[in-house]
Nanobody, 121 residues
């Protein structure tokens, strides 16, 4: 069964750091772009950061200079290093990945279950 499994969320104080991980389980697929989205209470889900298969990255303006996205293709894992966290970073963080299956290279987007990040003093 193919799934994305996230880890690394938690409760931290402003200015501290967290590292999120998201691993794709299963086989018989290749991985394209991966990303981290977040959804705060009462708000729409938004893109925090993304990374292509060639390691091109993109960040929301609100996290530029503080968050770093990276990937390890051998481990089928994407990471989000979050530094200088602010209360407004509080949200559920979701991993997303484009997985490609079969000889037809069918693209199917997958989502993780979400991990809570809370920044509070």
């Amino acid at each position: 069964q193919v799934q994305l499994v996230e880890s690394g969320g938690g409760l931290v104080q402003p200015g501290e750091s967290l590292r999120l991980s998201c691993a794709a389980s299963g086989s018989a697929f290749s991985i394209g772009a991966m990303g981290w989205y977040r959804q705060a209470p009462g708000k729409q889900r938004e893109l925090a950061a993304s990374i292509t298969s060639s390691n091109r990255t993109n960040y929301a303006d609100s996290v530029k200079g503080r968050f770093t996205i990276s990937r390890d293709n051998a481990k089928k894992t994407v990471y989000l290093q979050m530094n200088s966290l602010k209360p407004e970073d509080t949200a559920v963080y979701y991993c997303n990945a484009d997985l490609y299956f079969g000889s037809s290279y069918t693209r199917i987007p997958y989502w993780g279950q979400g991990t809570q990040v809370t920044v509070s003093s």
